[in-house]
């Protein structure tokens, strides 16, 4: 066994621009960081021998990164007919817009303030180009507005920041809700219990070839953050900033401020059920 099919889902050994599954090519954008990890993960969708492809989340307003996508689904015959984003985080969807010039693409999201064109995405609705097939997938939590894509004739899905391919990922507090979050985990489980879901496409870090047990981790770490969370109220730190510097001590610093809004999530979810 590798080290990595060790790990939580087992990740494949790097974050690479190339291939990841049979009609998924990956872009990495150029925006390394503690958050977004190697850099956004543009995906580049295509059915086997059609011209036309869908990209999900052009990253950063980046002009390199974004002609690099357009240059790569030419060099692959390529013609890139529709746009979508998981959601409005600037490192998905900055670009979107100038992504949508270079490519003539209309612009999809839950949000209609993301959207370019009258035509948003909605709870179980199929997008189709060129024989391709996506269903959209409601996963809130990490925002509001987020959505995953399931790639069904890959057996895959595209978790955009609700499940990443190393670590975990923030609710970014107030937009994001712990409940929602929660939820949007036991719907992705039921895609690959129910589905046959097993790969993991997500918005950062590497493929997951084990969805299933990612999703699984992911729900064991929010609950016993949760209790942590709970415990350290209990022994009497109160505010979020105290809560992360005693709960999160063993993380890096420079993640603590997105530490801090997935506590004030966590602290909203325990009031609500009356555990604080």
Do not use: C
Request: aromatic share 4%.
């Amino acid at each position: 066994m590798t080290e990595a099919a060790a790990l939580p889902g087992q990740p494949r050994d790097a974050v690479v621009s190339g291939p990841a599954t049979e009609r998924a090519v990956n872009i990495l954008a150029p925006n390394p960081s503690p958050m977004t990890l190697d850099g956004t993960n543009t995906w580049l969708l295509s059915e086997p021998g059609s011209e036309l492809a869908v990209v999900i989340d052009p990253g950063p307003l980046d002009e390199g990164h974004l002609r690099t996508v357009v240059e790569t689904a030419e060099r692959l015959g390529k013609r890139i007919a529709l746009t979508l984003l998981t959601h409005g985080h600037a490192d998905h969807a900055e670009g979107a817009g100038r992504f949508a010039e270079l490519t003539g693409t209309k612009v999809r999201a839950l949000d209609p303030a993301l959207r370019l064109g009258d035509e948003g995405l909605r709870a179980g609705q199929a997008v189709r180009v060129g024989g391709l097939e996506l269903r959209v997938v409601p996963t809130p939590g990490h925002t509001a507005d987020s959505l995953s894509f399931h790639l069904t004739a890959d057996r895959a899905v595209l978790t955009g920041d609700t499940i990443l391919g190393r670590g975990t990922t923030m609710v970014a507090h107030p937009d994001g809700r712990l409940g929602d979050y929660l939820d949007s985990l036991r719907r992705l489980r039921s895609l690959t219990v129910d589905d046959g879901v097993h790969t993991v496409l997500p918005g950062h870090g590497p493929v997951l070839e084990d969805a299933q047990g990612a999703v699984e981790f992911y729900l064991a770490h929010r609950a016993s953050r949760l209790a942590q969370v709970e415990t350290a109220v209990e022994d009497g730190y109160r505010t979020a900033s105290e809560v992360v510097a005693h709960v999160y001590a063993d993380v890096d610093r420079n993640l603590w401020p997105a530490a801090e809004l997935s506590v004030r999530a966590q602290l909203e979810y325990l009031r609500e059920h009356g555990l604080i």
